[in-house]
């Protein structure tokens, strides 16, 4: 049964940093790219950030560049999504995806796994 765990969400104060952690199981965890991808009530669902499956390369959409960074480990089969300088707007239920493919990590109709979510709330 493939699993993807989300943890680390949490309420935190405007500048303030979270890192959430995403533990996968039930597939081969290094052929996968990893996704997080985030929902807000107002704006729908948004991608975030992404990472290869070699994890040679990640991608991230412009309003977190410089302040979010994605990273992985292979022998825990986890994904990570270290956030700094957080915004009232980065407030989203923050979720991991996976697909073996990924031809535009932007598009998160395309991702086959997701986790059930972690909540994400800036606020002061």
């Known amino acids: 049964e493939v699993q993807l765990v989300e943890s680390g969400g949490g309420l935190v104060q405007p500048g303030g940093s979270l890192r959430l952690s995403c533990a996968a199981s039930g597939f081969t965890f290094w052929t996968y790219s990893m996704a997080w991808v985030r929902q807000t009530p107002g704006k729908g669902l948004g991608w975030a950030s992404g990472i290869v499956s070699g994890g040679g390369m990640s991608t991230y959409e412009d309003s977190v560049k410089g302040r979010f960074t994605v990273s992985r480990d292979y022998a825990k089969s986890s994904a990570y999504l270290e956030m700094n300088r957080l915004e009232p707007d980065d407030t989203a239920v923050y979720y991991c995806?996976?697909?073996?493919?990924?031809?535009?990590?932007?598009?998160?109709?395309?991702?086959?796994?997701w986790g059930q979510g972690t909540q994400v709330t800036v606020s002061s």
């Open positions: 995806a996976a697909d073996s493919i990924v031809p535009e990590f932007s598009d998160p109709a395309q991702y086959t796994y």
